[in-house]
């Protein structure tokens, strides 16, 4: 017991200097993520249905989920990228970059596609610093999905539909400002009781080679 506690008389004493450490983590994280823009979210929900005739649900079930999962790939693909912009919906050609390499990486941000394993369902969540712009994106992709997905899947006798329309965020979502700042604070907490340990530590071995010259 009284080995534990010495211990964490360290910590204890120093409460205030971890406490600190915490506190100026969680200021550094939270000004590092204004560094870069803060961005809305627009997310739409597409349906996909396959026709099997005589199958089991279980077999349409993941026949659906097998081509959701090939229409939430072919959502990155460069020949995507284009027919979202030449929708006919009104998104700022200027936001993305001219640089082949730089604007994949760029719309790989911008875009993301995640499949329901329950339903069969594709949810696409588009970002932007405009939230009418995120929610134009969101519409292109859904608009090219529902019109031309068949082209990016093996399967026949599909349906895709837009089963939700975009609901749009009222705050921006990225980067995530609580989860950024949760995250400073406790590496900065971490780092002062690291701090204070190492200290006490050094300390007591100053004292007992100290005590040992004697």
Same mark, same amino acid.
């Given at each position: 017991?009284?080995?534990?506690?010495?211990?964490?008389?360290?910590?204890? &004493?120093?409460?205030?200097?971890?406490?600190? &450490?915490?506190?100026?983590?969680?200021?550094?994280?939270?000004?590092?993520?204004?560094?870069?823009?803060?961005?809305?979210?627009?997310?739409?929900?597409?349906?996909?249905?396959?026709?099997?005739?005589?199958?089991?649900?279980?077999?349409?079930?993941?026949?659906?989920?097998?081509?959701?999962?090939?229409?939430?790939?072919?959502?990155?693909? &460069?020949?995507?990228?284009?027919?979202?912009?030449?929708?006919?919906?009104?998104?700022?050609?200027?936001?993305? &970059?001219?640089?082949?390499?730089?604007?994949?990486?760029?719309?790989?941000?911008?875009?993301?596609?995640?499949?329901?394993?329950?339903?069969?369902?594709?949810?696409?969540?588009?970002?932007?610093?405009?939230?009418?712009?995120?929610?134009?994106?969101?519409?292109?992709?859904?608009?090219?999905?529902?019109?031309?997905?068949?082209?990016?899947?093996?399967?026949?006798?599909?349906?895709?539909?837009?089963?939700?329309?975009?609901?749009?965020?009222?705050?921006?979502?990225?980067?995530?400002?609580?989860?950024?700042?949760?995250?400073?604070?406790?590496?900065?907490?971490?780092?002062?009781?690291?701090?204070?340990?190492?200290?006490?530590?050094?300390?007591?071995?100053?004292?007992?080679?100290?005590?040992?010259?004697?």
């Amino acid at each position: 017991m009284a080995y534990r506690y010495a211990q964490l008389s360290p910590l204890l &004493s120093g409460w205030v200097t971890i406490l600190l &450490s915490g506190v100026i983590g969680m200021a550094l994280a939270i000004g590092l993520s204004f560094l870069r823009s803060l961005e809305y979210s627009s997310t739409t929900q597409i349906l996909i249905t396959q026709e099997l005739g005589a199958v089991d649900a279980y077999t349409a079930s993941r026949s659906a989920e097998r081509i959701a999962d090939g229409l939430a790939s072919a959502v990155y693909y &460069s020949t995507f990228f284009d027919k979202v912009m030449a929708s006919g919906y009104n998104i700022d050609p200027t936001y993305f &970059s001219d640089d082949a390499i730089k604007l994949r990486d760029q719309w790989e941000k911008t875009v993301t596609a995640a499949v329901s394993r329950s339903s069969g369902s594709l949810s696409i969540t588009a970002y932007h610093p405009d939230v009418e712009q995120a929610e134009q994106i969101a519409q292109a992709v859904a608009y090219v999905l529902t019109t031309e997905g068949w082209t990016y899947t093996s399967g026949g006798n599909i349906t895709v539909q837009v089963v939700d329309e975009p609901l749009n965020s009222r705050y921006p979502v990225r980067p995530n400002l609580l989860i950024n700042g949760f995250s400073g604070l406790a590496l900065g907490l971490l780092g002062g009781a690291g701090y204070i340990l190492i200290a006490a530590e050094r300390s007591r071995r100053r004292h007992q080679f100290m005590h040992d010259e004697d």
